[in-house]
């Protein structure tokens, strides 16, 4: 158990509506990151927040969103959602958000779009 | 651009058998971080070893070994005497210093199955 916590862990929907992933990074991590992995692009990097800010960004599309709460949990909202959304969305957290840490992944919350 | 590439996409052994993974990448950096994540059919990615690009110091960790070699920039990973406990998709990821934050990138990952 890394102790990164994501829920929900399975998600079903329909295209065009819109979810919210939740994630708590382990106790005293300041920085999350959120991954998604598909078939077919593998496992991609999404973003980054520390302590509420945000840090780095990755091919996040516009449709998606996140943000950081004050009591460092994160959420993910997927909007618009399209049958090629349909991944497993990790989160991860690390101390400092700086280069080099190492990440510690949550379980996934694994989405399918139909 | 950094990139990680795993050109076994999958590698099948007997119980037993030592099987090696090959991690190859590319960076313009001069300080970066090498990883090992292990996905077992379960889903969960689990941390297995970090390595920076100042120590090239293998490790070895139970029937885990690392060889990580700057001059052919690669950061091989080998498991001894096998399991089916391993049988599992392995995933080798580069994280740079110069780039904002802390992203790492995967390379495509190697699915090990350890036949009984």
């Known amino acids: 158990d890394s102790g990164v916590t994501q829920t929900p862990k399975h998600l079903i929907t329909a295209t065009g509506q819109r979810v919210t992933l939740r994630c708590s990074p382990r106790s005293g991590d300041l920085s999350v990151y959120w991954y998604q992995q598909s078939l077919d692009q593998g496992l991609q990097f999404l973003i980054q927040y520390y302590n509420g800010e945000e840090r780095a960004k990755g091919n996040i599309l516009e449709r998606f969103s996140a943000q950081q709460f004050p009591d460092l949990h994160s959420e993910l909202n997927l909007s618009s959602l399209e049958l090629g959304d349909s991944a497993l969305y990790f989160c991860?957290?690390?101390?400092?958000?700086?280069?080099?840490?190492?990440?510690?992944f949550g379980p996934g919350t694994r989405l399918l779009v139909l | 651009a950094q990139k990680v590439t795993q050109a076994q996409t999958e590698i099948s052994v007997v119980e037993k058998e030592d099987v090696t993974l090959d991690c190859v990448y590319e960076t313009r950096d001069t300080t970066y971080y090498l990883f090992w994540y292990k996905q077992p059919p379960s889903g969960e990615l689990v941390f297995l070893i970090r390595r920076n690009s100042f120590d090239e110091q293998n490790e070895i960790s139970g029937r885990y070994s690392w060889n990580f070699q700057k001059s052919t920039s690669s950061f091989n990973f080998t498991i001894t005497a096998s399991q089916v406990v391993d049988s599992a998709v392995y995933f080798c990821?580069?994280?740079?210093?110069?780039?904002?934050?802390?992203?790492?990138?995967f390379g495509g990952g190697t699915r090990v199955l350890v036949k009984p």
């Open positions: 990821a580069l994280s740079e210093a110069r780039a904002a934050g802390n992203k790492l990138t």
């Open positions: 991860a957290s690390t101390l400092q958000g700086l280069a080099g840490e190492t990440q510690y």
